[in-house]
């Protein structure tokens, strides 16, 4: 055991829920990242704060604990995810199926040790494939989540697939069902999180498959400005406030 110093568990914004913080006091907040959260709270986004469990960033360098629990609730075939928002996925999938369009949640909440798993198979592959150890490592770390960096242990992230091409392959993205959710998860909450244009942010490869949920207000501008988490967290309210000066603020 021993204490985990990854307490950064609940990064960036979610720590901040938890401050006695008066209305219209700026914040400022380092990510491990370099990238800087902002935030000006009025009473309406003191309230919003409340819901902010649903930008919780993992990554390489925010980690999530290894006693991380969360309540889950089963979707699709065996999989599960945060209880909260299973609803959203289904009426997701349900959306796309009335279109004739089949997606699969394949992989959703995956355990810390599943993880170390995943890692360790993958690595063993590389070092079969004749990689010299450093390089497998850092090869595995970019294919396969590190142990505690992986957003499937958050129970928000879900790997959807086309029933027609279910591999976790690039192609993924030329399928009916992806091209759909490119232009439909943001109504349920969900982002493409690994675009193939952040890759140098997030420190993951393209990922046609992975979706995460942070909520629809947050989708919604996330995939309007195409952006990955990383950068919409530098700034939320901000780029909230630019997508509703240019009109498409719904509400
Ligand atoms: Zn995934």
């Given at each position: 055991?021993?204490?985990k110093?990854?307490?950064l568990l609940?990064a960036?914004i979610l720590?901040m829920?938890?401050l006695?913080?008066e ?6 907040f ?16 003191r309230q ?6 649903r ?10 604990d ?10 699709g075939n ?9 609803d ?14 089949t997606?699969y949640p ?10 170390v ?18 390089e497998?490592v ?5 294919v ?19 029933a ?7 192609e ?5 069902g992806?091209?759909w959710?490119?232009?439909?998860c ?6 493409v999180?690994y675009?193939?244009?952040k890759k140098?942010?997030t ?16 989708a919604?501008?996330?995939m309007?400005y195409?952006l ?6 530098e700034?939320p309210e901000?780029?909230?406030?630019q997508?509703?000066?240019?009109g498409k603020?719904?509400?």
């Amino acid at each position: 055991m021993g204490q985990k110093i990854s307490v950064l568990l609940l990064a960036g914004i979610l720590w901040m829920a938890a401050l006695p913080l008066e209305a219209g006091a700026a914040v400022h907040f380092v990510h491990k990242t370099g990238y800087q959260v902002r935030l000006e709270l009025d009473e309406e986004r003191r309230q919003r704060r409340l819901d902010e469990w649903r930008l919780i960033l993992v990554n390489f360098e925010n980690k999530l604990d290894e006693d991380f629990e969360v309540e889950r609730t089963k979707v699709g075939n065996n999989q599960y995810v945060d209880a909260r928002i299973a609803d959203s996925l289904n009426a997701m999938l349900a959306a796309a199926e009335e279109e004739g369009i089949t997606i699969y949640p394949i992989s959703g909440y995956r355990s810390y040790s599943r993880q170390v798993s995943l890692y360790q198979n993958k690595i063993r592959r590389l070092l079969k494939e004749g990689y010299e150890p450093v390089e497998a490592v850092e090869e595995a770390g970019t294919v396969v989540a590190v142990p505690g960096t992986s957003e499937h242990m958050t129970g928000l992230a879900v790997d959807l697939v086309d029933a027609g091409y279910t591999l976790l392959e690039e192609e993924q993205e030329n399928t009916p069902g992806y091209q759909w959710l490119l232009q439909h998860c943001m109504e349920y909450g969900f982002i493409v999180r690994y675009p193939e244009e952040k890759k140098e942010i997030t420190g993951i490869i393209y990922e046609p498959w992975h979706f995460r949920y942070v909520g629809e207000e947050h989708a919604r501008v996330i995939m309007h400005y195409g952006l990955c988490l990383e950068e919409y967290l530098e700034d939320p309210e901000g780029y909230q406030q630019q997508y509703e000066e240019e009109g498409k603020g719904f509400r």
